[in-house]
């Protein structure tokens, strides 16, 4: 398959489709049921919609960019990756797809946020603080944080996240727990941070999943990606309002220029549009890897 052809879906025989989300298709594997398969589709969404419309190589650079952040990290956190083999499977899951181990999930996203902006700077906005922790007064949007901080939220199956206190946190998963992950957020955010800045990317904020294998604590799903994490050019960043970013923006931008009223069926995207959004994907991964996204990645 080309690689500019996107992948909007997938069926794979022999496997059993777990479920399909707003990017990823996620199998169970009959024969060995402590293993998941994990295909990142093209598929982009919206204001909360899948889009009728893919973006060439998202899936590509999403699962390249989680297998060097799992490399990167791994003298600090586990995660569940297991083979990135698709022998014998479509040659369209190829550089997108990653075999890992079954987890036990915890019900909550961890993020840790540097700088204010998105929701964080909706709610500090109205309240002066995020996910009830208090911060300076006279912020303004896109500022840095005087550290960074964690802002967990719950899990949401369709629509936003919701964001949450530290405390609630605890009612879901305990203290124990919430402190580690709380703890191990801010360490993972810190050093991804720390390398992405010389080589020209802010990392503003990021949200991470872990579970349980075997009673230890694993780094899980998507990683550090443009769809987990908002990257900023460190050469146009300036305080007191948005960023251009490595992200959806040019989606976003083009849905509001045409004043969708938000509602399905979501409409789709002009080729020009999807193009310069799957460029920006693939600078992200180009700007933190060192490499381009091409097939002796794929």
């Known amino acids: 398959m080309s690689l500019q052809t996107p992948v909007l879906e997938t069926n794979v025989s022999g496997l059993k489709l777990r479920g399909r989300g707003k990017v990823r298709d996620i199998y169970e594997d009959p024969q060995h049921p402590e293993r998941l398969l994990i295909v990142a589709t093209d598929r982009i969404s919206a204001f909360d919609y899948i889009l009728a419309t893919g973006i060439p190589d998202k899936g590509r650079v999403l699962t390249q960019m989680s297998l060097f952040w799992f490399d990167f990290l791994r003298d600090t956190v586990p995660n569940h990756l297991l083979s990135t083999d698709m022998t014998g499977l479509p040659t369209e899951l190829e550089g997108r797809s990653m ?3 079954r987890a036990k999930m915890f019900d909550v ?3 840790a946020r540097g700088y204010l902006s998105g929701s964080g700077w909706k709610e500090y906005q109205q309240t002066g603080a995020v996910c009830g922790i208090a911060l300076p007064p006279g912020l303004r949007e896109s500022d840095a944080l005087p550290e960074p901080i964690f802002t967990p939220a719950t899990k949401a ?4 996240d919701e964001n949450i206190s530290f405390e609630r946190m605890v009612s879901i998963v305990g203290q124990e727990l919430s402190v580690q992950l709380r703890d191990l957020t801010l360490k993972i955010y810190q050093q ?9 990317i802010i990392l503003a904020d990021t949200k991470f999943e872990f579970g349980m294998i075997d009673g230890v604590m694993t780094l899980a799903d998507e990683v550090l990606t443009p ?8 050469e146009t960043y300036k305080a007191g309002g948005p960023q251009p970013s490595y992200d959806k923006q040019y989606v976003r931008d083009y849905l509001e220029s045409i004043h969708w009223n938000k509602q399905p069926p ?6 020009e549009v999807a193009r310069r959004t799957g460029e920006k994907y693939k600078d992200a991964y180009r700007a933190l890897t060192g490499r381009a996204l091409n097939s002796a990645t794929a």
């Open 157 to 160: 199956q369709t629509g936003h």
């Open 227 to 234: 769809d987990s994490s908002r990257f900023w050019p460190v």
């Open 192 to 200: 991804a941070a720390d390398y992405s800045r010389p080589r020209g």
């Open 99 to 101: 075999w890992v181990k």
């Open 109 to 111: 996203e961890c993020v």
């Open 266 to 271: 979501a409409p789709a995207l002009p080729e």
